[in-house]
């Protein structure tokens, strides 16, 4: 079963910060918040991941709070492109991944 | 990066027929690989996890005789449909496990391969 809750969709004005919250209050000590998306009719992609830290990359931002209980991936910029739906995913670093419904992002010109 | 090869992208068979769907790691060793399948406008659905030189795992629910799981290889994983309906039309994806340089195991997913059974 999935461990997170995402509303099931947001828009984004283009060229702004999207932000796409995730709550996991029953994440245990072990599990990392992953974030994955997809766009149409294309295998997951990964974005980040991270434990207890924040985290940036090339692709993204996560926020999590110090309590673990809820994390916020950041899109600095959101293009049209990044139109896809995104999952945040609560696993431990060998579990398999496990979907639940996601959010639907649509990036607005 | 690790990238994961999924072959055909699409597919259309008669009903009735089987079809094999490929998997592969293209440049990292995979002991373990998953198979999901996704309808439309739902989310990816694990159906097995397949380990390399034994049987796969099945999810409660998948049919073990109907979706046939290989792993032959450190590098290779297949999917047969067998005596395919037209309720098993839909979009299956793969996904490779491997160990990275961090020592966490990172999961990388193929393209997809869409089935469509007349």
């Known amino acids: 079963d999935a461990k997170t809750t995402q509303p099931p969709s947001m828009d984004c004005a283009e060229g702004r910060a999207a932000n796409l919250p995730c709550n996991h209050s029953?994440?245990?000590?072990?599990?990392?918040v992953y974030w994955y998306r997809q766009i149409h009719s294309q295998g997951p992609q990964y974005i980040i991941h991270?434990?207890?830290n924040n985290e940036t990359n090339e692709m993204a931002s996560l926020i999590i709070t110090e309590d673990r209980k809820s994390s916020t991936l950041i899109l600095p910029h959101a293009t049209l492109r990044d139109t896809a739906v995104y999952y945040c995913?609560?696993?431990?670093?060998?579990?398999?991944?496990?979907f639940g419904p996601g959010t639907s992002l649509s990036v607005i010109p | 990066g690790a990238v994961v090869s999924q072959h055909p992208s699409w597919v259309i068979c008669k009903s009735g027929t089987s079809v094999k769907i490929e998997c592969r790691s293209l440049?990292?060793?995979?002991?373990?690989m998953f198979w999901y399948r996704q309808f439309p406008k739902q989310s990816l659905m694990l159906m097995a996890t397949?380990?390399?030189?034994?049987?796969?795992?099945?999810e409660q629910g998948v049919e073990k005789d109907k979706f046939l799981i290989n792993h032959a290889s450190l590098t290779l994983s297949t999917l047969t449909v067998t005596s395919a309906h037209p309720e098993d039309s839909s979009f299956y994806i793969c996904?490779?496990?491997?160990?990275?340089?961090?020592?966490?195991?990172?999961?990388?997913f193929g393209s997809g391969t869409r089935l469509t059974v007349v």
């Open positions: 996904s490779a496990r491997g160990e990275t340089v961090e020592g966490n195991y990172g999961y990388t």
């Open positions: 029953t994440i245990s000590g072990n599990e990392y």
């Open positions: 991270g434990l207890k």
């Open positions: 995913i609560v696993r431990a670093s060998y579990d398999k991944v496990i």
């Open positions: 440049d990292f060793q995979a002991t373990t």
């Open positions: 397949s380990n390399e030189g034994s049987k796969a795992t099945y």
